[in-house]
């Protein structure tokens, strides 16, 4: 979805160097890969690729996911494909970033305005009191289907420190203060997406600098616009070694702002 955003920012260039080509000395870069739904097979391969090279994944969960009450969204997000927050907090205890991605995921812009609302709160109050330490002060909150309004963008940001939505491009400006923060974003579907993901990083390498989210799901066979478990390996495995380069989940970046 397109809309407008709270941050302006651009590309600058569309033509030029692959990933190996870009060695510089200093990080002008982050980048981000924003997992979503609470896949429990593949948050766990994520998790071990990331773990290889000592980094934290970013990774997304919808509250009620594992609750025998949940049905499924659509032919992706399958009851019996989620994990539960014994998983989310294992793997938050192994250093990868946990956040919200909405009670049961529905179009929230899409509801009536005060259910929206409440089922923002519902997924935070969830959240604080299931996963170790969350303080929703502190959290991103990601839109499911990235889809959102003026209105419950400016709600949500009373209660979380960011929150992520669809944005103009994924190219953000990398927050410098601890004011509320709309992180932009863009997401690829329903097959496969390496291409489209490789494309981005190598355009993203030509910029000047910037923090660039892509917002993606599961791997291989399980969610929306999988990736292939062989392609995120070869990616994480090449851009660590890019100097200029630095791969962070969304919290991690927040929580470097000046207070």
């Not at 990331?50 to 997000?77: M, R, T």
């Not at 917002?215 to 070869?234: A, F, I, K, Q, R």
Request: hydrophobic share 40%; with cysteine.
């Amino acid at each position: 979805m397109k809309r407008r955003s709270f941050l302006k920012t651009s590309l600058l260039g569309t033509v030029g160097l692959g990933l190996n080509a870009c060695i510089q000395t200093k990080k002008t870069h982050i980048f981000t890969l924003s997992f979503d739904d609470g896949f429990k097979k593949s948050f766990y391969k994520i998790a071990d690729i990331y773990d290889e090279h000592g980094l934290s994944a970013c990774l997304n969960i919808i509250a009620s996911g594992h609750l025998p009450s949940f049905q499924k969204v659509d032919e992706w997000i399958l009851p019996e494909l989620m994990g539960n927050f014994d998983d989310w907090n294992a793997l938050q205890g192994r250093g990868h970033e946990i956040m919200p991605h909405s009670w049961q995921h529905l179009n929230l812009a899409n509801q009536p305005l005060d259910e929206a609302k409440e089922l923002i709160v519902r997924c935070l109050d969830y959240f604080e009191e299931h996963l170790d330490g969350f303080d929703a002060s502190r959290a991103v909150f990601n839109y499911p289907f990235n889809s959102s309004t003026p209105e419950l963008e400016q709600f949500t940001l009373t209660k979380v420190r960011a929150l992520r939505s669809s944005g103009e491009t994924a190219l953000n400006v990398i927050p410098s203060s601890s004011e509320p923060f709309l992180i932009g974003c863009q997401s690829m579907g329903p097959g496969n997406i390496d291409h489209w993901v490789e494309q981005q990083v190598n355009d993203f390498l030509k910029t000047d600098g910037g923090w660039l989210v892509l917002n993606v799901h599961g791997l291989d066979d399980e969610g929306w616009g999988p990736m292939s478990t062989t392609y995120l390996e070869n990616l994480i495995a090449r851009l660590v070694q890019v100097e200029k380069l630095e791969i962070l989940p969304a919290g991690e970046v927040l929580k470097r702002t000046a207070s």
